[in-house]
């Protein structure tokens, strides 16, 4: 159980294209996602908090007209990078939690490579 | 918002030995939590201890807390090939919080 997936795992795109990341959950309902950002070499940050049927949460120096997020359902959210530039070329994670759960367990999805030409 | 720190950035053993990892963070916790990250992949989650704990056992794993120094160490046992990875700490997760990770060690056993 707890597993969640996205899609796709790795993208190549052109400097200027949107790209779209799904991330969901497969076998529970997570009112919030969280999405993070990974450099190579580097640790995972948090990029924003996906609310179901609610704005998200952007963490400082995160442009929300750059990343679009949406959490149209209790088991989808969706990572939407606008315009997208060689410096957004990076692993994008997310992670879910299951709806009332009092434990503080995030579980993660594989992630999504991203690398922009 | 806190930022973990971990030490060593990068360690290499012989398969069998055992595998210490430290990590530091800032500011008051309820919980940490370690987690492994094979190479280009997702995260598992390892083991989470609480702040009114000061050790925890899972397996070939013991994770120790000292909110005191506002540390934690992480010991693998008996390493094997299969632990080469990236492992971090993280706090934070509470409510609708995102967790906050550390830097992370890099661990290569060598067989």
């Known amino acids: 159980g707890a597993v969640v997936s996205q899609h796709p795992s790795w993208v190549i795109c052109k400097s200027g294209t949107s790209v779209k990341i799904e991330c969901r959950s497969l076998d529970f309902q997570a009112t919030t996602m969280f999405w993070y950002r990974q450099f190579p070499k580097q640790s995972l940050m948090l990029m924003a908090t996906s609310n179901e049927g609610s704005k998200a949460t952007y963490e400082q120096g995160v442009e929300k007209d750059k990343f679009l997020i949406n959490h149209a359902s209790l088991t989808l959210s969706t990572l939407t990078v606008t315009s997208a530039h060689p410096e957004d070329s990076s692993f994008y994670i997310c992670s879910a939690r299951p709806t009332g759960s009092s434990y503080n367990e995030q579980f993660f999805g594989p992630g999504t490579r991203l690398t922009v030409l | 918002s806190q930022q973990g720190e971990e030490d060593p950035q990068a360690l290499s053993i012989q398969e069998g030995e055992n595998a210490t990892m430290n990590c530091s963070y800032k500011?008051?916790?309820?919980?940490l939590q370690w987690y492994r990250q094979n190479s280009g992949r997702g995260l598992v989650h390892l083991i989470l201890?609480?702040?009114?704990?000061r050790e925890k056992h899972s397996g070939r794993l013991r994770v120790t807390l000292d909110t005191s120094k506002k540390s934690s160490s992480l010991l693998i046992t008996a390493s094997r090939a299969a632990d080469t990875a990236s492992y971090f700490c993280?706090?934070?997760?509470?409510?609708?919080?995102?967790?906050?990770f550390g830097k992370g060690t890099h661990l290569i056993i060598q067989p």
């Open positions: 500011t008051s916790i309820n919980n």
């Open positions: 201890i609480r702040s009114n704990e």
């Open positions: 993280a706090t934070g997760g509470g409510g609708a919080d995102g967790l906050t």
